[in-house]
């Protein structure tokens, strides 16, 4: 396209309202967050209405963003209407960008939502990150390896259970396997009198014991 006719091009009403859309996604996101967008291309990008705070699910997100390139990291707020995504290039950003922008998906609830993505610097990252832990949490980096964690999930038996041990469901996007309480998806609760009879699998024993291991090695380190 020549600058002539690019200059004399006119947005259709469709693109006209895509950009209002857009540029009210950018300007919500500074007065409110405190996030600030930029107009050149990062490897990392704001994804406005993709968020756990209007009934995203990581589940549902991460295959969107995969179709234009590797994910190095999706961040997704507690009770945010956004997430953050992180591209393994450039290339693949801008291909995000382009293909997704204005892409509208269905929730868990089957409502849909339009995502508006804009590109932000990589800085702001870890300034989201949570500054200090409550009182008496601890986080252990890594504390599973890749081998025990495909170990876990291969412990988890998706055979139709006859006697209803352990509850699990198929819902619209994934599936779910409930321990110890089922989860009332219709109340967002679960009902104390009525545990399930079924236990952990009997994996998780040595992982329990390791990560107790793991605690008093921690406490003797703090305490001395």
């Given at each position: 396209?020549?600058?002539?006719?690019?200059s004399?091009?006119?947005?259709?009403?469709?693109?006209k309202?895509?950009?209002?859309?857009?540029?009210?996604?950018?300007?919500?996101l500074?007065?409110?967050?405190?996030?600030?967008?930029?107009?050149?291309?990062t490897?990392?990008?704001?994804?406005?209405n993709?968020?756990?705070?209007?009934?995203?699910s990581?589940?549902?997100?991460?295959?969107?963003l995969e179709?234009?390139?590797?994910v190095?990291?999706?961040?997704m707020?507690?009770?945010?209407?956004?997430?953050?995504?992180?591209?393994?290039?450039?290339?693949?950003?801008?291909?995000a960008?382009?293909?997704?922008?204005?892409?509208?998906?269905?929730?868990?609830?089957?409502?849909?939502?339009?995502?508006?993505?804009?590109?932000?610097?990589?800085?702001?990252?870890?300034?989201?990150?949570?500054?200090a832990?409550p009182?008496?949490?601890?986080?252990?980096?890594?504390?599973?390896?890749?081998?025990?964690?495909?170990m876990?999930?291969?412990s988890?038996?998706?055979?139709?259970?006859?006697?209803?041990?352990?509850?699990?469901?198929?819902?619209?996007?994934?599936?779910?396997?409930?321990?110890?309480?089922?989860?009332?998806?219709e109340?967002?609760?679960?009902?104390?009198?009525?545990?399930?009879?079924?236990?952990?699998?009997?994996?998780?024993?040595?992982?329990?014991?390791k990560?107790?291991?793991?605690?008093?090695?921690?406490l003797?380190?703090?305490?001395?």
């Open positions: 396209m020549d600058s002539n006719h690019q004399n091009y006119k947005l259709s009403k469709t693109e309202k895509f950009l209002r859309k857009q540029i009210k996604a950018k300007h919500t500074l007065r409110h967050e405190g996030i600030e967008t930029v107009s050149y291309a490897q990392s990008l704001v994804v406005a993709g968020g756990l705070g209007n009934g995203m990581r589940n549902q997100l991460l295959p969107v179709k234009c390139g590797l190095d990291a999706l961040l707020p507690p009770n945010k209407p956004y997430s953050f995504a992180r591209y393994r290039t450039t290339e693949e950003s801008k291909r960008y382009v293909t997704l922008n204005g892409k509208e998906v269905v929730d868990d609830l089957g409502q849909k939502i339009i995502l508006y993505l804009n590109f932000v610097e990589k800085a702001q990252w870890k300034e989201l990150r949570p500054q832990l009182p008496g949490l601890m986080v252990v980096e890594e504390i599973i390896s890749s081998e025990e964690e495909k876990l999930l291969e988890v038996d998706w055979t139709e259970d006859t006697s209803n041990q352990n509850s699990q469901k198929s819902l619209k996007h994934r599936r779910v396997k409930h321990f110890g309480y089922e989860f009332h998806y109340n967002n609760n679960v009902d104390k009198d009525k545990p399930l009879p079924g236990g952990l699998p009997d994996i998780c024993d040595s992982f329990l014991e990560w107790l291991r793991e605690a008093e090695k921690n003797e380190v703090g305490i001395h």
